[in-house]
């Protein structure tokens, strides 16, 4: 069942909008003396089709029709008093907060594209940190550096390095273990790396390897060449993530200053 100050918050958000950014042009349909403008209608019919459906005669009909709903149900909300309730105003507001923030969001990207050159370096500069080799790794992980000597001796005495993870704190893989799985070097901290690719097949760390989590003992089980992925299978994410890095920037740089109080 639909939550009623939900939709309330839905028509009213289309009020505000309507009455703002898109008020401008004529009427598209009226509704009970309400005009219903046309750049409305035109958001609607670029939505749909934007998913794929053909700019047809029946497109616009069911778009119209569409709106008329929405107006005669925004009409019965205001007459419910809803567009009076903070807590309903406060869901519009913060819907039409989101919904421009975004427009202004995609119009900032559209402005600042990112280029193939940028995204290539940061490829290579990935490429370049994962290195070219993967490795199956087990590790145990405790909270004091006696612990871990003590674990160690148990392994030279010819305890097994699965059942002596069980005292692992690392919940990810106490239960497996301790596997890591397979993974680059790059993909741990630089005090855990340099000791893994530092170790022989079977072998283990023979001091504690210490990090900021704790206190770890490596074991090496197998390593394989690392194949990365090609550039163009990437780039969606790496844009993404570029995307991302620019659009907080930006966001640093209108904080930084920003008066708050």
Same mark, same amino acid.
């Given at each position: 069942m639909h939550n009623p100050s939900k939709l309330a918050a839905a028509l009213?958000?289309?009020?505000?909008?309507? !009455?703002? /950014?898109? #008020? *401008?042009?004529? %009427? &598209?349909?009226?509704?009970?003396? +309400?005009?219903?403008?046309?750049?409305?209608?035109n958001v609607f019919i670029a939505e749909q089709k934007a998913q794929g459906a053909p700019d047809t005669p029946e497109l616009k009909n069911a778009v119209r029709e569409e709106l008329i709903r929405r107006e005669l149900l925004l009409q019965e909300a205001k007459k419910a008093g809803l567009d009076k309730k903070?807590?309903?105003? !406060?869901? /519009?507001? #913060? *819907?039409?907060? %989101? &919904?421009?923030?975004?427009?202004? +969001?995609?119009?900032?990207?559209?402005?600042?594209?990112?280029?193939?050159?940028e995204l290539k370096a940061q490829y290579e500069t990935i490429k370049a940190q994962l290195g070219n080799t993967e490795y199956k790794a087990r590790h145990i992980l405790v909270k004091d550096e006696a612990d871990a000597k003590a674990i160690i001796d148990n392994l030279k005495k010819g305890a097994k390095f699965e059942e002596l993870a069980k005292q692992s704190i690392d919940p990810g893989s106490k239960d497996n273990g301790g596997s890591l799985d397979w993974a680059s070097a790059g993909n741990f901290v630089k005090p855990f790396s340099?000791?893994?690719?530092?170790?022989?097949?079977?072998?283990?760390?023979?001091?504690?390897?210490?990090?900021?989590?704790?206190?770890?003992?490596?074991?090496?089980?197998?390593?394989?060449?690392?194949?990365?992925?090609?550039?163009?299978?990437?780039?969606?994410?790496?844009?993404?993530?570029?995307?991302?890095?620019?659009?907080?920037?930006?966001?640093?740089?209108?904080?930084?200053?920003?008066?708050?109080?």
């Open positions: 009213l958000i289309g009020t505000m909008l309507s !009455a703002s /950014a898109l #008020a *401008a042009g004529n %009427a &598209f349909v009226t509704v009970n003396g +309400v005009a219903v403008s046309q750049t409305m209608a903070p807590d309903v105003a !406060a869901q /519009a507001e #913060a *819907a039409r907060q %989101a &919904f421009f923030v975004r427009a202004y +969001v995609q119009e900032y990207v559209k402005k600042n594209p990112i280029g193939d050159a340099d000791a893994l690719t530092g170790l022989t097949k079977g072998k283990y760390t023979e001091t504690p390897v210490k990090t900021d989590f704790g206190y770890h003992i490596i074991m090496l089980e197998d390593t394989r060449p690392l194949t990365v992925p090609a550039f163009e299978e990437i780039k969606p994410r790496l844009l993404q993530q570029a995307q991302g890095q620019q659009i907080n920037k930006m966001v640093d740089a209108l904080r930084a200053k920003a008066k708050v109080e």
